[in-house]
Each structure stands twice: as structure tokens, then as C-alpha cells.
């Protein structure tokens, strides 16, 4: 059957009829409030429900028995609740439904507002830092004035880097890895033997950095790029654990660009090959391990795959386990704190908002010491409250991760993306404080 286009009070009625629902309980099932639920009931075409239900009622039909969907699709041919059966998208005038059960700040004042906020809500992107001279390091890593490192001083340049990625410090990160690419291949001319192996190694950890901020800075295309020169750098490593790191940053990469299943297949490969390899006998071996399926349990909540998603969460907690400590080996920032920071990013991935904040409040924060994995924890929470319409929690996690990692928010088109949404959907004084925040982190709406 093909997919709603547009969800309308008719079609989530026609939905919950199909599945044979009460109103309360067809709340219950999507989280949502029972009033919210009675106003589609009742209102029908006339009302639109808010973005994060629309995709809630996506994932409900899709999970939908084959005789639920068949009854969804007889219900709307037959114009159920007296809708008027038709193709036509809602109009421009319709109520969209905040699912906020207040009825503060309706009515047209605020219908204006929102449309002004609508016309004007670009993101901010101007505010990310520029990028163009990474790229063109990236492209044509060979320079004529390029800084010849000993293998020392380059192995200390890509741990700074790493240093400062993981502190959020995104903007002097650029400026590093736009001298420390032309070094790369100087250091490869003059290493030798085991020396060049090392080389290899750090060359893999340095586009695993570049592809990194190029995923927070929205250049998902070239992260790509940088993800596939890491692997190559690390397969002539021959070392087993640089291979597992690289294979993190393809993964990602491979889900920033909408390949999810093979990103879960990608990450599940290459942990089950650095067992193999490594017996996981060190701790850089198993703080990788349990990084890898970690990023695999992402990909696959984002595959909607709910079941591998909780089986890479459990496998990484015994990863956790057996390390036995928060730490940052090998850069993953790896240990059981980490592991309920993605339990808590894979709930609200699969839409359990209400889910994914109990588990942040159970997080121990003085475990998490790494400003980037403290900082996304509190946009993860943003993100599940402005699911759930708590618009001004949503507002004040975004405001603890501005303070934890300014950049985090001001570089990153996908958080700020995030500060729009808020605008867009808060109301009175919570869209007044959200809109001063904007200014304040330099996010335009």
C-alpha cells in the first residue's frame, strides 16, 4: 500500500479504527495525550497533527498487522468519520495540532506569528565554520609548502586534534587539520618498516577526525570521502584495532547518508573480525569492540530495527563489563556510562521519548568527562522532550548543552535544526525564551 503523504485527524482515526483501539489506548500506543487523540476523532481534514506524531503514526502503520492495513486502506476508500475522500493536500489554512492540551496563544495572532516564523526559519548555516580549506586539503592532500613533521611531532598533532574534536572544539579543529593533511604524505615518504605502520595508524585515526567534523559540520558527502581513506590507511596497518576504529567512523558515515542497514551489517562484521583477530585481550581491543556495536545499535534503531538495536546494547554492555571503567581508550570514550548514553539516543531514535529521558536521568554525568559525549547526551534529551511537546524542557536541555559545548550547537546544522523546530512549535513566553536563545547562540531563524 503506499504510504500517507500527509497524516490528517481522518487518516490517524481511520488508523486507530483499524487497529481496533480505544481512544485512550491508541494514545497510550503512540504517546501521545488522550485529548490530542479525541481532537483528531473529532476534527477530522481540519486538523493536522504535529511533526513527531506524524512520524509516529509512519512507524505505528508500518508496524501494522497485514489485516490492520488492509481495514486502514478499505476505511479511508469508504470516507470513514465523514471525511471526504480525495488526493488533495491539506490546505494552508488548516489547524495544525501542537498536541499541547492548553489553549493558550491560538486563534489568528498566533496563526500569524507561526507562518512568519515558517517563512523565515532557514537554518542557521552560515554560522558553521567554513570548511573549504579542509576540502581542499582533503582533495589534494599533496602541497608544495606542506610542514614536514617527524613521526613524533605528527603522532602529537593528530592527539591534539583528537583532543580537541572530543572537547567540541570544532573551529580550531579546521585550522589543525587543514596543516596536518599535506603532512601526511611527507611522513609516509621517510617512515620505514614498522615506523611507516605506525604512520598508517595515525593516518587512519587523522581522517577518522576529518570525517568526524565534517559530519557535524553537515558535509556528509565528504565524510564519506574521509571515511574511506581512514580504511584504506588502517587495512595497510595491519593492525587489527585501527581497523575496527575506522570501520566506527564508515559506519557513521554510511548512516549520515541514509545506508542504515549496511551500516548495522558494516559495524557487526567488523566487531565480530576484531574478536577474532584480538580475542579482545587488550583494553583498546574491547573499548573498540564495544564502540563498534554501540554505533551498529544506532544504525539499527535508525533501520527501525528495534530487536538487533537492543542486542548490540546488551552485547556492548558486556563490553562495558568486562573493561571495567569509564575511559577513553583508543579516543571511543568507551565504559558503561557511554553505553546508557546510546540506550538513551536509540530510545528516542525509535520514538520512545518518554523512554529515552528516564534513562538520561539514571546517566552518572561525572562519568561522562568528554564535552562532545556530554553535549550530545543533552541534545538527545532535547530532541525526546520536544518529541514528547515538552517544548520548554526541550528548550532548557539545548541551553545545558550550549553551556556544556558551545560549538556543539553553534557549528552543527542538525542541532540547530532543532532550536528551529522548538520556534516553530512552542507558544507565548517558551517561544519567546527559545527565540532569544537563537540570537544568543547565533542560530537564524
Not at 515558517?118 to 608544495?144: E, F, M, N, Q, Y
Not at 540547530?416 to 517558551?430: H, N, P, V
Request: aromatic share 4%.
Amino acid at each position: 500500500m503506499a504510504p500517507v503523504t500527509t497524516w490528517t485527524g481522518r487518516e490517524a482515526n481511520a488508523l486507530r479504527n483499524a487497529l481496533r483501539m480505544s481512544v485512550t489506548a491508541f494514545a497510550e500506543h503512540l504517546g501521545a495525550a488522550r485529548r490530542t487523540v479525541a481532537k483528531w476523532s473529532s476534527q477530522g481534514d481540519k486538523v493536522l497533527p504535529r511533526a513527531d506524531m506524524q512520524a509516529a503514526l509512519d512507524t505505528v502503520l508500518a508496524r501494522a498487522t497485514l489485516d490492520a492495513r488492509e481495514r486502514f486502506e478499505a476505511l479511508l476508500a469508504t470516507g470513514t468519520s465523514g471525511a471526504t475522500v480525495g488526493t488533495t493536500l491539506p490546505n494552508a489554512g488548516m489547524d495544525t495540532d501542537t498536541g499541547d492540551d492548553t489553549q493558550g496563544d491560538s486563534g489568528s495572532d498566533g496563526d500569524v506569528r507561526r507562518r512568519d516564523l515558517l517563512r523565515g526559519a532557514t537554518i542557521g548555516i552560515a554560522a558553521a565554520p567554513g570548511i573549504a580549506p579542509l576540502l581542499d586539503a582533503l582533495v589534494s592532500p599533496r602541497h608544495p609548502n606542506a610542514v614536514a613533521l617527524s613521526a613524533q611531532q605528527f603522532s602529537q598533532a593528530v592527539a591534539a586534534a583528537k583532543i580537541d574534536y572530543q572537547a567540541c572544539r570544532y573551529e580550531r579543529v579546521l585550522d589543525q587539520l587543514v596543516t596536518l593533511l599535506p603532512a601526511l604524505e611527507p611522513a609516509r615518504a621517510y617512515a620505514q618498516d614498522e615506523q611507516r605502520r605506525h604512520i598508517e595508524v595515525l593516518a587512519a585515526d587523522l581522517y577518522h577526525v576529518v570525517g568526524s567534523v565534517l559530519l557535524k559540520v553537515g558535509d556528509r558527502g565528504m565524510a564519506l570521502v574521509a571515511a574511506e581513506r581512514s580504511t584504506r590507511a588502517a587495512a595497510a596497518s595491519e593492525e587489527p584495532v585501527a581497523a575496527a576504529t575506522s570501520a566506527r567512523i564508515m559506519t557513521h558515515a554510511l548512516m549520515s547518508n541514509g545506508h542504515d542497514k549496511q551500516a548495522v551489517t558494516l559495524a557487526g562484521n567488523a566487531a565480530t573480525v576484531l574478536d577474532r583477530n584480538t580475542r579482545l585481550a587488550s583494553t583498546d581491543a574491547v573499548a573498540v569492540y564495544g564502540a563498534l556495536v554501540l554505533r551498529g545499535a544506532v544504525a539499527a534503531a535508525r533501520s527501525d530495527d528495534r530487536d538487533t538495536a537492543q542486542a548490540m546494547l546488551d552485547e556492548a554492555s558486556r563490553a562495558a563489563a568486562q573493561l571495567g571503567y569509564d575511559g577513553n581508550d583508543r579516543w571511543t570514550g568507551f565504559g558503561a556510562a557511554n553505553v546508557l548514553l546510546h540506550r538513551v539516543n536509540v530510545a528516542r531514535t525509535l520514538g520512545d521519548a518518554g523512554t529515552a529521558i528516564g534513562i538520561a536521568r539514571t546517566v552518572p554525568l561525572e562519568k561522562v568527562t568528554l564535552a562532545e559525549r556530554k553535549a550530545s547526551l543533552y541534545v538527545d534529551v532535547a530532541r525526546a522532550y520536544t518529541q514528547w511537546g515538552r517544548y520548554e524542557h526541550g528548550l532548557t536541555a539545548l541551553r545545558t548543552a550550549y553551556e556544556v559545548a558551545p560549538e556543539e550547537v553553534r557549528c552543527r546544522p542538525a542541532v540547530q535544526r532543532i532550536a528551529t523546530e522548538l520556534a516553530l512549535l512552542a507558544k507565548g513566553s517558551a517561544r519567546t525564551a527559545v527565540v532569544d536563545f537563537t540570537r544568543e547562540a547565533g542560530i537564524r531563524l
